[in-house]
């Protein structure tokens, strides 16, 4: 709001909204008028609204049939909740008080088409909300995550991030990382002010470049953090139990692994696409595995895809985090890209691009371009995709 104070005068005219309530006519309370004054350039002003409503309510009651008006208290008691409701989120403009109104968007990333892909939620601005207000935001959008950012005062980046699904905060989101992206760069004048925007995340820094076609925004590509894998004790036939496949559909090529670029993974090769589609999890137990294991979700591949577009198809569950079925993961194919390196799949001296496809079996079908430059120590792991915008709206607040 800045340093100017700003204020809002509320005047209680006693002896008609008493009276309303039937307050006999012989108390010393009609024919008056009091002022509140609240500073709302204060964090505390809620605190020091209903503080100040007190004292009112003491005021009024200061006589001894005051104090025992029943109807008396009541009106008051309800004033302070109605008040509080009213000025709670509030932001002075133009001389008038309004309600906070919350830009968001629904944005389907990796696609180009409304409905396909994976949908995420994107605040643009979230200065002024806490945590609690992020995750009621979130959970009110209903979407695997909503994005949240804050302006940077950083010249290494532009921007703070916060990834918040309907339950819980996660450290990245590789879907909302592109739709935010992506509403950055057409609704926000970003692709006019630089190349890239770089964002500020719970796992380090990732900046998102802008892939133009014809002088039209195209994909954004994403560079992830340096890719993790980790060996654990794999009890093969209870993850497959739990994750609802046949254990002769593993393909023992690979290995199962955990792998990260910014959240961990549980990877299973899959030998073919069916097998992936006919996948069906228990998710409760899947839940307390991916708990267990500390991941943030289950993701199955497989090279032999349904398309020849696509070197890899893939499916990803969630519930860990409150998401059955994840449909298009920035995050978990990032990762699987780093571990195809890592694990000696792909050869770790060598650049690879290719195309996965996910979604599908969800009915939201999307695509994901996996660029791997080889490095000395790690490889860089960039992962793009188009966007689309589905809803702009505000929450009111």
């Known amino acids: ?25 012989d108390t010393a309370l009609c024919s008056k008028k009091l002022d509140l004054r609240i500073d709302f350039s204060s964090a505390k002003a809620p605190t020091r609204l209903k503080r100040h409503l007190f004292c009112i309510l003491k005021a009024l009651c200061g006589s001894k049939e005051a104090r025992t008006n029943v109807e008396l208290v009541a009106y008051i008691e309800s004033t302070i909740e109605i008040l509080l409701l009213y000025t709670y989120f509030i932001k002075y403009k133009k001389g008038v008080l309004i309600m906070k109104k919350i830009q968001v968007y629904h944005v389907d990333a990796f696609t180009d088409q409304i409905f396909g892909g994976n949908a995420a939620g994107v605040v643009p601005e979230a200065v002024g909300l806490n945590e609690h207000d992020m995750q009621k935001i979130a959970r009110e959008l209903n979407l695997s995550e909503t994005a949240f950012l804050f302006p940077s005062n950083d010249k290494n980046y532009d921007y703070v991030v916060r990834y918040f699904t309907p339950s819980r905060e ?44 014809e002088k039209k925004l195209n994909s954004v590509v994403m560079t992830q953090v340096a890719p993790k894998t980790k060996q654990f004790e794999v009890d093969k036939e209870e993850i497959c139990r739990v994750v609802g496949i046949n254990p002769m559909d593993i393909d023992d090529k690979y290995p199962i692994r955990l792998a990260y670029t910014g959240n961990w993974h549980l990877l299973i090769p899959v030998k073919n696409s069916k097998a992936i589609d006919a996948s069906v999890p228990i998710f409760e137990e899947l839940k307390d595995l991916n708990l267990k294991l500390d991941v943030i979700t289950t993701h199955l591949f497989s090279f032999n895809s349904f398309d020849e577009r696509y070197k890899i198809y893939t499916r990803d569950f969630a519930p860990a985090i409150g998401i059955a079925e994840d449909p298009v993961t920035g995050a978990a194919n990032g ?63």
């Open 170 to 213: 996660v450290d990245f989101c590789g879907h909302a990382t592109v739709g935010l992206s992506w509403v950055m760069a057409m609704e926000y004048g970003w692709m006019e002010k630089a190349s890239q925007i770089r964002l500020k995340t719970n796992i380090g820094i990732v900046p998102v470049e802008w892939s133009m076609q």
């Open 335 to 397: 990762a699987l890209a780093g571990y195809l390196v890592l694990e000696n799949i792909l050869d770790p001296k060598t650049d690879h691009e290719f195309t996965i496809a996910q979604g599908h079996a969800a009915g939201r079908p999307g695509e994901l371009t996996i660029k791997i430059i080889a490095g000395k120590t790690n490889p860089t792991i960039k992962v793009g995709g188009k966007a689309t915008i589905s809803i702009n709206g505000t929450i009111n607040l």
């Open 1 to 25: 709001m800045g340093s100017k104070a700003l204020s809002y005068t509320h005047t209680i005219d006693v002896d008609k909204e008493i009276s309303d309530v039937r307050l006999k006519k």
